[in-house]
């Protein structure tokens, strides 16, 4: 996926649904994340162009409740129940995945997976 900043962002994405769960006062939702429009996008892995300052799934827990859910490594999230998270700051990010007054965390994610195979099905027909 190619990012100009300033001009819309096209994806293909795959909605994913993970149910949070509480150890005590401990939330636990299975992954961590990296970038945000304040990290130097140059130390991000995921991303292709290396200006990219969107969200990245930096790590996910083996048998947690992202994993389970269906994420994986290096996915870039681009909105969590309905905010968009394609220009907002790590700690923003962060803040929008945690809120404490929702069960479920609702994501829509790109993968460089996804558009490799809608870019494939389209050269064929």
């Given at each position: 996926m190619s990012f100009i900043p300033g001009q819309p962002v096209s994806a293909v994405v795959q909605r994913i649904e993970i149910h949070k769960l509480w150890d005590?006062?401990?939330?636990?939702?299975?992954?961590?994340i990296g970038g945000g429009i304040?990290?130097?996008?140059?130390?991000?892995?995921?991303?292709?162009?290396k200006a990219d300052k969107g969200i990245y799934v930096t790590r996910v827990s083996k048998g947690g409740p992202a994993?389970?859910?269906?994420?994986?490594?290096?996915d870039k999230i681009m909105q969590v129940n309905g905010w968009d998270m394609t220009m907002v700051t790590h700690d923003q990010a962060r803040k929008k995945l945690t809120k404490k007054n929702?069960?479920?965390?609702?994501?829509?994610?790109t993968r460089r997976s996804l558009e490799d195979a809608v870019r494939q099905s389209m050269m064929q027909h």
């Open positions: 005590g006062d401990n939330l636990i939702l299975g992954f961590s304040d990290q130097d996008p140059s130390q991000n892995p995921f991303s292709e162009d994993e389970v859910a269906g994420l994986r490594l290096g929702e069960d479920v965390v609702r994501l829509l994610v």
